[in-house]
């Protein structure tokens, strides 16, 4: 593992699944973390855990990254309290699954809101800090597969992570004289967990158990944790681009040399999916739908080991965990 002992670390979106782990990851490799996100129970409490599991220092404050003031005042903070700042993983997201007139204008808004300028707020505020960085400062923008092509049901979130694929390559450019590199991280599907934390539109039951089985199998997904050293190795190693897992490679490639042969085959997808029911409501969370899981059994046990991930990084609600 390349040390990142003594630098000072922000990630966004860090109470929990892949956040959660980019944090554990760069306070074990010797960084100062500070992470954030919306939620104040949830964020102190994964940062107690986290110092309990590293014995490194780590802070947690609340912040939405929506809004660009209060993302300024924690950066700000952060640089006080370290005195600067030199790697940042802007990685603050949301899941929208249904169809797009399910999800509706609010809901691609709320996508865009959260996760393109959440992460260009993120961005804006650091970049500054990042280069007066004695180490040459590393920023890390969170994609996903999602966000080369247009995957059907998640429209809203692809139309958002490809916003932050390109203001990741733009902003490479335009730092490299800075001596800032930029990444841009697309992961595919991971076990994490963060099924439970998605948001169901439409026949929202049935949403749920398409997502929750792909999001979990076994062939398509990657460990979490491997995601999460592979990220951090690659933003230490300044790379420009990181693809994880092999579906997610190829579905990329495919899009990049036959672009019509993979929106037929999305076409296809599109048909097996559930229809809507044109009304815009209905909506529900994963943890709801968890509850009463739609699936046969054969087919939830496919992603038995998403449930327990869910678990292990923080995804499930505490109202729904074992105990309340």
Not at 15 to 36: F, I, N
Not at 234 to 260: E, F, M
Not at 262 to 281: D, E, H, I, K
Request: glycine share 12%; with cysteine.
């Amino acid at each position: 593992m390349e040390s990142l002992y003594g630098l000072s670390a922000l990630v966004t979106g860090g109470s929990r699944g892949l956040g959660w782990l980019l944090a554990r990851e760069c306070a074990l490799r010797g960084c100062a973390v500070t992470l954030v996100a919306r939620d104040a129970g949830e964020v102190e409490a994964a940062a107690a855990a986290l110092r309990a599991r590293t014995g490194r220092p780590v802070t947690g404050r609340v912040c939405d990254v929506r809004d660009r003031e209060r993302v300024r005042e924690v950066v700000a903070r952060t640089a006080d309290d370290q005195a600067g700042l030199d790697l940042v993983l802007a990685n603050a997201g949301i899941i929208q699954v249904g169809p797009a007139e399910e999800t509706g204008a609010e809901g691609f808004r709320d996508a865009m809101d959260t996760m393109f300028h959440g992460t260009l707020h993120t961005a804006l505020e650091t970049l500054p800090l990042l280069r007066t960085s004695p180490s040459g400062g590393r920023l890390a923008l969170v994609g996903s597969v999602g966000g080369l092509f247009g995957v059907p049901h998640l429209l809203a979130y692809s139309c958002a992570k490809s916003a932050v694929g390109t203001l990741a390559e733009g902003l490479r450019a335009e730092q490299a004289a800075h001596g800032v590199s930029v990444t841009a991280v697309h992961p595919g599907l991971t076990r994490t967990g963060s099924h439970l934390r998605a948001e169901f539109s439409g026949r929202a039951e049935r949403e749920y158990a398409w997502f929750a089985t792909l999001a979990g199998a076994p062939l398509l997904s990657m460990d979490a944790e491997r995601a999460a050293e592979r990220v951090v190795t690659g933003v230490a190693r300044r790379r420009p681009r990181l693809v994880l897992t092999p579906a997610a490679r190829l579905a990329a490639t495919a899009h990049g040399l036959a672009p019509g042969l993979l929106t037929r085959a999305n076409s296809l997808l599109a048909r097996a999916l559930p229809r809507g029911r044109g009304t815009g409501g209905g909506r529900i969370t994963g943890a709801t739908a968890s509850a009463s899981d739609p699936r046969p059994r054969w087919l939830a046990a496919l992603s038995a080991r998403n449930e327990r991930a869910a678990d292990q990084f923080r995804e499930r609600p505490a109202a729904n965990r074992p105990g309340g």
